[in-house]
């Protein structure tokens, strides 16, 4: 069964500056991975997704996300935070076609401060 | 995601009573799911469907029972409910197994 972890619980960044939220995943093959985003009162919103191919992601919002193999990572980023990027971030993990479910972490709460 | 619209938004209810939550797509979703959100446990999947009256548990179905009789709808039901089920309840959609999945706004319940 795959699994997820996000190792920061919450994260404070000034507004401007570079940011970089960890996911690190548990899985025998290679996985679907996925980043999603939940303003407060909201539900989930797909930032990108990694199924093959290219291991650097483009997605929404000016955000990037990182496949690396050897580190079992799919690390997001973004080289300028806006104040509307203050949110809870949501790793997820699916085992590919063939597999109805997605595995989530337990979220990073982006914090921007002026 | 527009496609998918939950009701009701909030509820308060007492415990021991029935809950009836539903999801609504219209995206041609195959897969539906009922998730329950929770702090410093992320999003937890309670059941899901794999099409029309195909239905599977999910980690934390105990007190849950789903429904789907038709494509657009998905019922999650709440027996007799308790005040361990008070969460944020999100449905999702996928058009294939595997693939991203699109979430409705949530509904907040409360079980006093």
């Known amino acids: 069964a795959q699994s997820v972890t996000q190792p920061d619980i919450h994260i404070t960044v000034s507004e401007g500056a570079s940011l970089e939220l960890r996911c690190n995943y548990s899985y025998g093959a290679t996985p679907y991975l996925f980043w999603y985003v939940q303003s407060p009162g909201q539900g989930l919103q797909l930032l990108l997704k990694y199924f093959s191919g290219d291991t650097l992601v483009q997605g929404i919002k000016g955000f990037e996300a990182e496949f690396k193999r050897s580190q079992s990572s799919f690390n997001l980023r973004k080289p300028s935070v806006h104040w509307s990027d203050a949110a809870e971030y949501f790793c997820?993990?699916?085992?590919?076609?063939?597999?109805?479910?997605?595995?989530f972490g337990t979220g990073t709460r982006l914090t921007i401060i002026p | 995601d527009a496609g998918i619209t939950q009701s009701p938004r909030h509820k308060v209810t007492e415990t021991g009573t029935p809950v009836t939550l539903r999801c609504h797509q219209t995206e041609n979703h195959r897969y539906m799911y009922w998730y329950r959100q929770d702090p410093g446990h992320g999003l937890r999947l309670i059941h899901y469907s794999y099409g029309v009256k195909d239905t599977d548990k999910g980690e934390v179905s105990d007190g849950y029972s789903v429904s789907r009789s038709k494509t657009e709808d998905f019922l999650l039901t709440l027996e007799s409910a308790t005040s361990s089920q008070t969460s944020v309840y999100f449905c999702a959609g996928a058009i294939n197994q595997g693939n991203e999945q699109y979430f409705g706004p949530g509904t907040r319940l409360t079980v006093t």
């Open positions: 997820a993990v699916g085992a590919g076609f063939g597999n109805e479910k997605l595995t």
